[in-house]
């Protein structure tokens, strides 16, 4: 028979209340009838309603993880955004919270329509996982809940953490040209996308540094976000088609190369590749993708640890977060000098 607050309250010799106080560590309750509480419900392997504990808090226990299905593949099985979902359970097991995960279609989103966690007001806070339009973002931080967003260049008045975009595709891009590449073009999703658009700055940059000429032709932004690799062609309609290729992340960088290979072109004897977000799989392709290294669980595990702050300690702070990256070297880029 299960053990309830009763039982143990009875055994401690104080009210259904004071037991209930005392096992959530109220202050209008002395320390020593905690102690006593807190050993006769261990004593007895007490284990306290979650929904009971929630109302009496007037807390649901719960934090919200909100993505957007832009593709046709679910957002949650993009390999970035699944490391990052791990590192944020994993921040989660020492907690007394909950995770429920929601994800929108692109037309809900479109609509600004609130997903229902956050109309039914089952979470205490939410962390905004992806690219999300800025007035999609401001409608939910308008409801009042505590918001960390992951991935997504936003407003200064909003928690978020992010990548050192920029300076992850400078150092890519630098490498490519010590390495004697010369002829290097940007392939990326929608400029739209903060982190696509900075890497972009990044690669800009490392080629104005280095006077190399930048050619409009050698980049190239998916702003229809059409799936698969056709819209990459465009890239070798030049007759003077790169000699080295950055992507915006690995999963393009990959389907970048069953373009290249379905034009006959090999990576990296013709062409060079380089990516984004050191996904597991790049290094068991063939080539192993050259790439740029983000800590993806330890981006989850920092954005559980900022939200949990914020309904705690209703902490109003504002925290802009960049994650550092490392440059990893593989096997898709060829020395040519």
């Known amino acids: 028979m299960k053990v309830t607050i009763y039982d143990v309250a009875k055994k401690a010799g104080v009210s259904i209340s004071t037991a209930s106080k005392a096992l959530n560590d109220r202050k ?17 392997s007490y284990e306290p309603s ?8 007037k807390k649901t ?3 919200g993880v909100l993505t957007v299905r832009y593709y046709s593949t679910p957002m949650l099985t993009n390999p970035f955004y699944s490391k990052i979902i791990e590192g944020i359970e994993e921040g989660l097991m020492n907690s007394d919270l909950n995770l429920i995960t929601n994800v929108l279609r692109r037309e809900q989103i479109e609509r600004l329509e609130l997903p229902k966690m956050v109309k039914e007001k089952n979470i205490d806070g939410l962390i905004l996982l992806g690219y999300m339009p800025e007035e999609f973002v401001d409608l939910i931080v308008n409801k009042g809940l505590p918001v960390v967003v992951v991935d997504n260049d936003v407003k200064e008045n909003i928690s978020m953490i992010v990548t050192d975009d920029e300076g992850g595709a400078y150092n890519a891009v630098n490498y490519l040209i010590k390495t004697g590449h010369k002829k290097i073009a940007y392939i990326s999703g929608p400029s739209k996308r903060g982190s696509f658009k900075k890497r972009g700055d990044g690669y800009l940059k490392a080629l104005s540094d280095n006077n190399i000429e930048i050619r409009p032709d050698f980049i190239l932004y998916n702003e229809n976000e059409e799936p698969g690799y056709e819209w990459m062609k465009k890239i070798l309609e030049s007759n003077d088609i790169p000699d080295a290729i950055f992507t915006c992340n690995d999963v393009t960088a990959i389907l970048c190369i069953n373009m290249l290979r379905e034009r006959g072109l090999k990576v990296p004897d013709d062409i060079s590749v380089i990516g984004f977000d050191n996904i597991e ?11 740029v290294d983000v800590d993806k669980e330890k981006i989850g595990i920092k954005a559980v640890n900022l939200l949990s702050d914020k309904i705690k300690n209703k902490t109003k702070s504002i925290e802009r977060i960049i994650f550092p990256v490392n440059l990893i070297i593989r096997d898709s880029v060829k020395q040519r000098k």
């Open 281 to 291: 799989m790049g290094q068991h392709f063939i080539p192993s993708l050259s790439t």
């Open 28 to 44: 209008d309750v002395g320390e020593k009838t905690k102690e006593k509480v807190k050993q006769i419900a261990k004593e007895l």
């Open 50 to 57: 979650h929904f009971a504990r929630a109302l009496a808090m």
């Open 61 to 63: 226990g719960n934090i």
